[in-house]
């Protein structure tokens, strides 16, 4: 099961820019070192990360092999209105992990 | 006023005295300040997550009697209160050191009646870091037990005795050499204050046994197997050698 730690401010003011910080549990296994047995182990990494806002998109990245295991991934954006967050993780398996968080503007 | 003035020089005259005293570091001491950081914050520690899933497996019932961790010991926030500050602490049973991996793993085989957990695995890592975090700034407190003198002793003679085709004992680097640098990494005191660690070399959980196979492997020595009993005797050792320093499970290392 994959966790993630998020940490969204629960408050923030009308128009103030916010730090969002997200840590995702994944192997990001490259595809490029090999097994016990010798044999390559198969590319499993996180693919996109996507935040939406209220529905809209606010932060979107790309994901490559390079990128450790568990990715952190920080950004910030401008507190516009009271609502939630969505956050979805997209491995190459093709699962997609999706944590939602409140945020309440004033 | 004059009293206070005499308190304030005597605790002037104090504060350097016990400074000079304790001289030991953790290895956090060591870091870069990004790793630093990086342990401070817990949505940062990628150690929580090994938290969060040691929690549920606290919480989950195994095995044929169907309990759970909680089903015995309660709420392990509270239970587990500087429980593995203890550890390595003397198995009756068995009549010899048991280190806390060991110990969950004896619960979960004879009280749990479920498959061991096995050693360095997801899980077993998991409940180690779950309980070890609930000591978390709490001061390592080895058990004042005579039976677990003669395996400390033996776990110094380890530390100090040379290993390897390089022939370094544990005390070459990290007592006389502590503070310096093989290669660019720093050489730590080798507290083990912060297991298990997330270390970012691994991307991954790791247990002190882990980090002293690494070492040993280092010195081209033929590391012990997991669960040896040298392994027993050296984290006993370490943990005296570190007592009264503070946990700070789970901790992160470069």
């Known amino acids: ?106 | 006023m004059r009293a206070r003035l005499v308190f304030a020089l005597a605790w002037l005259c104090a504060v350097p005295g016990a400074m000079a005293q304790d001289t030991r570091k953790s290895g956090f001491d060591y870091m870069s300040r990004d790793s630093q950081a990086m342990q401070m914050d817990d949505l940062a520690n990628p150690g929580m997550l090994s938290v969060l899933d040691g929690e549920s497996l606290w919480n989950a019932p195994a095995g044929s009697s169907q309990k759970s961790c909680a089903s015995c010991h309660g709420d392990g926030t509270v239970s587990m209160k500087g429980v593995a500050a203890r550890y390595p602490a003397f198995d009756e049973a068995s009549g010899k050191p048991i280190d806390l991996v060991g110990r969950i793993d004896q619960c979960r085989r004879e009280r749990q009646q479920a498959p061991g957990l096995a050693r360095e695995g997801h899980d077993s890592l998991a409940l180690t870091t779950y309980i070890g975090l609930q000591s978390r700034g709490m001061p390592v407190s080895p058990p004042d037990d005579a039976r677990l003198t003669p395996f400390r002793a033996d776990g110094k003679a380890l530390y100090t005795r040379r290993m390897g085709q390089l022939n370094f004992s544990c005390a070459q680097c990290h007592d006389e050499h502590a503070g310096g640098h093989v290669g660019a990494s720093p050489i730590p005191q080798a507290h083990p204050t912060g297991y298990p660690i997330y270390r970012l070399e691994w991307q991954s959980m790791g247990s002190l046994q882990r980090r002293l196979r690494n070492c040993m492997a280092g010195t081209r020595a033929e590391p012990f197997a997991y669960a040896a009993p040298e392994f027993i005797d050296l984290e006993l050792f370490l943990a005296a050698r570190a007592a009264g320093m503070k946990v700070e499970t789970p901790g992160v290392r470069p």
């Open chain 1, 1 to 106: 099961m994959a966790r993630a730690l998020l940490n969204v401010p629960a408050k923030a003011k009308r128009g103030d820019i916010i730090e969002i910080k997200t840590l995702m549990s994944h192997p990001m296994e490259t595809g490029f070192r090999t097994g016990a047995d010798g044999k390559l182990v198969p590319r499993d990494i996180i693919k996109s990360f996507v935040c939406t806002y209220n529905g809209e998109v606010v932060f979107s990245a790309d994901l490559f092999p390079a990128i450790s295991a568990n990715p952190f991934i920080a950004f910030t954006t401008v507190a516009t209105e009271s609502g939630t967050m969505i956050f979805s993780w997209t491995d190459d398996k093709g699962q997609t992990q999706v944590q939602t968080a409140p945020i309440s503007v004033e």
